[in-house]
């Protein structure tokens, strides 16, 4: 089977290099195995695949090998790149198993991982015609899982994905024109040391400084919450 034989023949080693235990190397197998197996179980869906994709499509677009097709290398994006992987990245891992090997992936490691995944993908696809998966069934089909938990943000993603014009505007009808709310001085000519923590992208709580901005939102302080790009925000797929 092509994941298996993914795992084994290339992400695997790649984990070994890193010093992963066999056990952490199967946490990181069962998620990209999921992720894989409900992409390329729904690939002849057009529009769900372009759904599903969407979040990975910009972020793809930069990755090696050119020649491979969008959609393969933003496959790998969601599926690889923002996996579960994500947390071998981060200062403080929200998966417990990862915390004795924090930071083990730099980002100097992560292109070759998803450069080289692109390229399995693409040659299996062309060899085989194909992905010849059947779709998983139930809550095991993840993304399938997902436009039925959050049918209206789904179908907002829909819309964008499969749409040929360059924008939208998807207000809900209790949504108001706002104008961005000026700047504190105080936060603009502010002094303060700064320090640099990496968080892991694939954490589903809510760290302080987002949840202090949702707070303000909420409290009507400010309008929005803006982020110039859907990986800066999250890599959860769950958190979308």
Known sequence: MI????????LRPQ??????SSKQQLLVGEDVNAR???????WDDVVFRRTALLLGTEEATFYQPASVDLDIRALVVVAVRNSILEDLSADRPFTKAFIPV??????????MITSQAMAFFASAYREQGGW????AKGDSDLFRSLSKCFPES??????????SLPEHDLPNEADKQFQPPPLEEEATTGRAKAKTTV???????IDPELRQMLELIKDGKIEFFFTSTFKFLTRNPKNY
């Open 3 to 10: 994941i298996e034989s993914y795992f084994r023949s290339l």
């Open 15 to 20: 984990l070994e290099i890193l010093g992963l």
């Open 36 to 42: 894989l197996n409900s992409l390329m179980g729904n």
């Open 102 to 111: 924090a930071h083990c992936l730099p980002d100097s490691i992560v292109p």
């Open 132 to 135: 010849n998966l059947s779709s």
């Open 154 to 163: 789904w179908r907002r993603l829909e819309i964008l994905a499969n749409s």
């Open 199 to 205: 968080l892991s992208g694939y954490a589903p709580n």
